[in-house]
């Protein structure tokens, strides 16, 4: 392997993880600098009597609480919310909950529908066959056929089991009419590749000790290394060095020794998530570009885009097993997704209820209407097959 390769890649989350695997596929060579460790299923405690102590302190998605030799401290001093995210193989798939929710096509427009924003350069159509071989690579279980979205392949695999909190609220939206859909998530429902099915144990936000919830450390960058992609761990980048034309050259990191090193590439790929990667480009600052790189607009480290969310829980007089499949997908509601100015929001409400645990999603009907009832209630049930009265 040549000690330049074509691409540099700095993160081995998510997107750094589908790149990786993309490009070394593809005969690109590939070197990864990733400031955390690989995890193994044997370090997860979900099965473990300390599950719940652990997740607190070792596995919380805080990094300022999680304090692990891999993580750097976030300032949320001024801010409304914290945020969750994960340094180390993997990024923040090692303790997201796995669901799998795709933009709806108003979310590409939303200046030219809510004079909000801006307009992406794309639409849902061109992301489409992208969302699809995602869907393969991960081992995305769901339902196909939701109405709200434009027609689309299937999930490769079946929805997870609903179960009883989640027919509960299917139910209630039945009788108000409103939108429901068994949920996506990736999350094996039956064998894949090798690996597992979900065996509803509930703890996917500290890893998956199963392998059976669908991170890139499990999913991506394995075959990303067999395809001769080079993971390089514990190597924390200072900055991204350019070459005299002004363009990125490689990126200076440092190895647990505190010994710096330097890393040479054609092509660089910032995949450090939305506060590492702006915080990246703000601290290669140089003298051709003082504000920092790609920051003409001054917008870099501006605009961060989180994913809010508030827990509603309620108390029922029957046993609704909560306690199983606490992250699994229970069902997603469209209900009150569109800008609603009469209630103080743009561009939908969202928020997670937890009949099962899994996360229910709030939006609304496709073009603003349709009735939903019992009549898309029998449909949802044609299509899984089996009965929810």
Request: aromatic content about 8%.
């Amino acid at each position: 392997m040549s000690d330049v390769p074509d691409v540099l890649i700095i993160g081995a989350g998510a997107a750094g993880g589908v790149a990786a695997l993309h490009l070394a596929s593809s005969g690109v060579s590939v070197t990864c600098l990733e400031q955390g460790e690989w995890s193994h299923a044997s370090d997860y405690r979900g099965a473990e009597r300390d599950w719940e102590l652990t997740s607190r302190k070792q596995w919380s998605a805080n990094p300022n609480v999680r304090s692990r030799r891999g993580d750097y401290a976030v300032d949320v001093s001024e801010s409304d919310m914290g945020v969750g995210m994960y340094n180390g193989v993997g990024g923040g798939t090692v303790l997201y909950n796995a669901v799998w929710p795709r933009l709806l096509p108003a979310d590409f427009k939303t200046r030219t529908i809510d004079g909000v924003g801006d307009d992406w350069p794309l639409d849902y159509e061109e992301l489409r066959p992208f969302y699809e071989m995602t869907d393969r690579q991960f081992g995305v279980s769901g339902l196909g056929g939701n109405p709200v979205y434009p027609e689309s392949m299937d999930p490769p695999l079946p929805p997870l089991p609903i179960g009883a909190g989640g027919l509960l609220m299917a139910r209630a939206h039945a009788r108000l009419g409103w939108n429901w859909w068994p949920d996506t998530n990736a999350i094996l429902s039956a064998p894949m590749h090798g690996r597992h099915p979900c065996v509803q144990r509930g703890t996917c936000n500290q890893g998956c000790g199963e392998g059976a919830k669908s991170s890139t450390d499990i999913t991506h960058w394995p075959e990303a290394v067999r395809n001769g992609g080079h993971l390089i761990t514990g190597a924390r980048v200072i900055r991204i060095c350019l070459d005299r034309r002004g363009l990125a050259s490689g990126a200076e990191w440092v190895d647990e020794r505190g010994d710096v090193h330097f890393q040479g590439a054609s092509t660089v790929l910032l995949a450090g998530n939305g506060i590492g990667t702006a915080r990246l480009l703000l601290a290669s600052a140089c003298g051709l570009f003082p504000e920092g790189l790609a920051n003409s607009s001054g917008l870099v480290g501006k605009r961060l885009m989180l994913h809010p969310y508030v827990n509603i829980t309620g108390t029922f007089d029957e046993n609704l097993r909560s306690w199983q499949g606490h992250n699994g997908s229970a069902i997603g509601s469209w209900q009150f997704y569109k800008s609603d100015v009469s209630r103080g929001f743009v561009r939908g409400s969202k928020w997670s209820l937890h009949p099962t645990g899994g996360p229910l999603r709030i939006a609304a009907p496709p073009n603003g209407g349709g009735v939903w009832g019992a009549e898309h209630h029998a449909h949802v049930r044609e299509r899984l097959g089996r009965s929810l009265t």
